[in-house]
């Protein structure tokens, strides 16, 4: 499974970056509106950091000026990933698009039914956003499970981009059912790692290892 990061923090997409293990980044209007920055300028400095996707989304809600800005946003660098919601007018842009070679992740997804139509439109990546799924006292990895199924039975491309992650367990999970990818903020990346018995562990190693050069 890919591990994205879902951030347009430049300094931490360097920082998680030079771990190795960072495939590819995804943004989104609140993302970028967080760091203050120019969308552009941003998604164009995340491109050469990362050379993996990189998605960035549309604001406009109409297919005709959907297409010009992704069409746009596709000329800023090779790995660029057009996000476009899940509505009428982002289910027609996201088959001119795709038809025209630019790829596209269709984001705000909260159905199986909705990662159907997405599918269908040639989305390269479809996003179900599990903890929103969740805090509406639903089954955020059930959607992904039935996602996964169903794209499995009519061999669908598309991969299944598991957002709005809220726990290093969910990242587990979502490899388990295998989806394709999951994009994991910041906090979590660190949790990803972490364990208190790890920390134990090695604290116990070196203190004796320290013990032991005394004799
Ligand atoms: O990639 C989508 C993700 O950023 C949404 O996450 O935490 O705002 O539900 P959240």
């Known amino acids: 499974m890919k591990l994205f990061l879902d951030t347009a923090n430049l ?49 406009s809600n109409d297919a005709k000026e959907m297409i010009r800005e992704g069409k746009k946003f596709a000329k800023w660098a090779k790995n660029i990933y057009v996000k476009c919601p899940m509505t009428p007018e982002g289910l027609i842009a996201t088959q001119k698009l795709s038809k025209a070679g630019i790829r596209v992740n269709m984001t705000l997804i909260f159905s199986a039914a909705q990662a159907l139509l997405a599918a269908k439109a040639g989305a390269a990546f479809v996003s179900p956003f599990i903890g929103r799924v969740d805090d509406m006292g639903q089954d955020g990895m059930e959607l992904i499970e039935e996602i996964v199924q169903m794209y499995a ?12 992650i809220r726990s290093p367990r969910q990242v587990a999970e979502a490899a388990m059912i295998g989806a394709d990818i999951c994009t994991v903020p910041t906090a979590i990346y660190d949790k990803l790692v972490k364990h208190p018995l790890t920390d134990n562990g090695l604290d116990k190693f070196l203190a004796d290892w320290k013990k032991s050069k005394k004799k």
């Open 153 to 164: 039975n009519y061999n669908f491309k598309t991969e299944v981009l598991v957002a709005s």
């Open 11 to 59: 300094e931490d997409i360097k920082k998680y970056a030079s771990w190795g293990l960072v495939d590819g980044v995804t943004t989104n209007p609140s993302l970028i509106a967080k760091e203050g920055v120019n969308f552009e300028k941003r998604v164009k400095e995340i491109t050469k950091v990362i050379k993996g996707p990189v998605s960035a989304e549309v604001i």
